[in-house]
T-cell receptor, first 116, second 112 residues
Framework: DAGVIQSPRHEVTEMGQEVTLRCKPISGHDYLFWYRQTMMRGLELLIYFNNNVPIDDSGMPEDRFSAKMPNASFSTLKIQPSEPRDSAVYFC??????????????FGSGTQLSVL | DQQVKQNSPSLSVQEGRISILNCDYTNSMFDYFLWYKKYPAEGPTFLISISSIKDKNEDGRFTVFLNKSAKHLSLHIVPSQPGDSAVYFCATRNFGNEKLTFGTGTRLTIIP
């Protein structure tokens, strides 16, 4: 299995531009998570989906952030307009069905976002 | 408000010695605890976990200890090897909730 695939690996953009991050979860996984990593806050959960339905988006910092999962094999995280404080590494992760005792997330390699 | 804290941003340990990474949490409802390891330019990978019904779990060179009364978790690596140099995140979860809450991470450097 190819694992969780994220694109692009690096994104450099100017303040005010729209940014779209993409994720392909592992086939058969029904949970998908978007995390953001910063030095100050570590890994923060932004939003997660179960069977393509958003379950908890309480971590989405502002209305400028939105996420979609149109099907089981694709998700996007969009920032519009982007700001310099959005600069971080964004990770997508997926996990298989496992009921209450599923213990593992499988992470992608992340997207390094720099907003100038 | 940080519910999971790793107060040491970095730690350096001599090769062959014991590495001890610490994690504190505030929510007594957390019932499952995990450690993830992250190399540069890669995503975190699962390392070891422990349920709240246990106070210790071992997997080879890695042992996780849980002190529920102190709301404290630690990861012991012995003996430490150069390949253990990475950032280590602790993570916790509430029973019945798939959502993992991560700490800020500790960068471990093993000195040859």
């Amino acid at each position: 299995d190819a694992g969780v695939i994220q694109s692009p690996r690096h994104e450099v953009t100017e303040m005010g531009q729209e940014v779209t991050l993409r994720c392909k979860p592992i086939s058969g996984h029904d949970y998908l998570f978007w995390y953001r990593q910063t030095m100050m806050r570590g890994l923060e959960l932004l939003i997660y989906f179960n069977n393509n339905v958003p379950i908890d988006d309480s971590g989405m910092p502002e209305d400028r952030f939105s996420a979609k999962m149109p099907n089981a094999s694709f998700s996007t995280l969009k920032i519009q307009p982007s700001e310099p404080r959005d600069s971080a590494v964004y990770f997508c992760a997926s996990s298989p069905p496992g009921g209450l005792f599923n213990e593992k997330l499988f992470f992608g390699s992340g997207t390094q976002l720099s907003v100038l | 408000d940080q519910q999971v804290k790793q107060n040491s941003p970095s730690l350096s340990v001599q090769e062959g010695r014991i590495s001890i990474l610490n994690c504190d949490y505030t929510n007594s409802m957390f019932d499952y605890f995990l450690w993830y390891k992250k190399y540069p330019a890669e995503g975190p990978t699962f390392l070891i976990s422990i349920s709240s019904i246990k106070d210790k779990n071992e997997d080879g060179r890695f042992t996780v200890f849980l002190n529920k009364s102190a709301k404290h978790l630690s990861l012991h690596i012995v003996p430490s090897q150069p390949g253990d140099s990475a950032v280590y995140f602790c993570a916790t979860r509430n029973f019945g909730n798939e959502k993992l809450t991560f700490g800020t991470g500790t960068r471990l450097t093993i000195i040859p």
